[in-house]
C-alpha cells in the first residue's frame, strides 16, 4: 500500500498526503492533509517516539508537536474533515471499503448530515 492513501491503527483513521485534514493542534483549524511532511516525528506512525498526529508547520508538523517536544501525552485527535467523509461515501475507489463497512457508512452519513443542517 503506497503512502498516499493508508489506515492508523494506532488512532483509527486514514492517513496518507491523499487525505485532507485540519490540524490536529487543539483550536487550528488550518487544512493540511496527512501525508509524511505534516506527521509528528517525520515518519510513519510518529516512529518511535512521536505521537503520528498531522500538524501544521507552525505546530510541529514533518518534526515534533508541543506535546511531544515537552515530553507529554498527545493531542487528542481532530475528527476528519467533511470533504473527507463525502469522498469516501462518494468516491468509486471506496465502493469496496462501503461495501465491507455499512456500520461505518451510517457513522459517516450521519455525521455529515449533522454538519450540514448546523449550517
Ligand atoms: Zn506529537
Ligand atoms: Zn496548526
Redesign the pocket.
Known amino acids: 500500500m503506497s503512502w498516499a492513501n493508508g489506515y492508523d491503527e494506532h488512532w483509527n483513521r486514514d492517513v496518507g498526503y491523499g487525505v485532507p485534514a485540519s490540524c490536529d493542534h487543539p483550536g487550528c483549524s488550518q487544512v493540511i492533509d496527512r501525508g509524511l511532511s505534516h506527521i ?2 517525520g515518519e510513519p506512525h ?1 516512529g518511535e517516539e ?4 498531522f500538524f501544521c508547520l507552525q505546530h ?1 508538523g514533518g518534526n ?2 508541543a ?2 517536544a515537552a515530553g507529554a501525552e ?2 487528542a485527535p481532530t475528527p476528519d474533515v467533511p470533504c473527507w467523509m463525502q469522498h469516501k461515501l462518494t468516491d468509486s475507489s471506496w465502493q469496496k471499503w462501503r461495501d465491507e463497512n455499512p456500520d461505518e457508512v451510517a457513522q459517516l452519513r450521519a455525521l455529515i448530515n449533522k454538519d450540514s443542517t448546523n449550517g
Open positions: 509528528c516525528g510518529g512521536a505521537c503520528g498526529l510541529g515534533q508537536c506535546r511531544c498527545p493531542f
